[in-house]
């Protein structure tokens, strides 16, 4: 539903194949077995489209937004951002308990069955750092799913090496760039350029890009070797030189 396609017959072609694929790859039997069910999902995915979603007139849930509340557009946050500033040097406040009593999040209850609990925590996770201050909008948009991994925001390439590892790996404090774990507690058996010239007194990253690590591009040693740019101009230089860590 959120994937943009030329017109109305190209969505519903693009949904029944997503959904057949779907089924056909994790769920064969139950396409087999009950494919009229999946087939009538089908159907109805394609009137939740044709009555949200207007191709020919750029026109989706994203398009005009609601600026009644603050979850899915700005709204709010419009004016209690923070850089509203009075002639006498006061903002106008963004903080949620100015406004708000944090609610409780649980199973779902009549209306008035129990008291909102400021003590619970509100969020899914606990939000910190630079994450307290962004706004809702940035994760929460109009018939989309927030992202659910750091990659997704944080432009992260997961098929780097050790890209498949938890962030918690590198990074001692939860949703915070720094402190950041010592490179040497799992690479304690460094050889090959780190142990000549200067390359044993700078730090990893000069190098070693977060989230790259990988030495492949002749920038990255021109960076310092500026006097190496016209040697054998155009070829990496691991092609020569042989970088090699344990």
């Known amino acids: 539903l959120t994937h943009e396609y030329k017109n109305n017959d190209a969505a519903h072609k693009g949904i029944k194949q997503a959904i057949d694929s779907f089924y056909q790859e994790k769920f064969p039997q139950v396409l087999k077995d009950k494919k009229g069910e999946v087939e009538e999902a089908v159907h109805v995915l394609d009137e939740i489209y044709d009555r949200s979603v207007f191709p020919a ?4 849930w994203k398009t005009y937004p609601d600026n009644l509340g603050h979850r899915n557009w700005p709204g709010c946050f419009r004016c209690h951002d923070g850089h509203h500033v009075s002639k006498a040097g ?3 406040p963004r ?9 409780q999040r649980g199973p779902l209850m009549p209306l008035g069955a129990t008291a909102p609990k400021s003590s619970e925590n509100w969020h899914p996770w606990k939000l910190e750092g630079k994450h307290a201050q962004i706004l809702c909008s940035r994760c929460h948009q109009a ?10 925001c944080h432009k992260i390439d997961t098929s780097k090496p050790m890209m498949s590892f938890d962030c918690s790996t590198c990074h001692l404090k939860t949703q915070q760039v720094k402190p950041l774990v010592d490179c040497t507690t799992c ?6 350029l780190h142990k000549k010239g200067g ?19 002749r920038a990255t040693c021109l960076q310092c070797h500026t006097d190496k740019k016209d040697h054998h101009k155009g070829i990496f230089c691991g092609n020569c030189h042989q970088f090699t860590a344990g």
């Open 57 to 60: 007139m750029h026109v989706n």
């Open 90 to 92: 006061q903002t106008i």
């Open 95 to 103: 903080d949620c308990t100015d406004c708000h009593t944090m609610p």
């Open 143 to 152: 018939g989309y799913r927030p992202p659910q991994k750091c990659a997704t």
């Open 187 to 192: 690479h304690n058996n460094l050889s090959g």
């Open 199 to 217: 390359h044993p007194y700078v730090d990893c990253w000069t190098c070693h890009k977060p989230h790259v690590f990988k030495v492949s591009t």
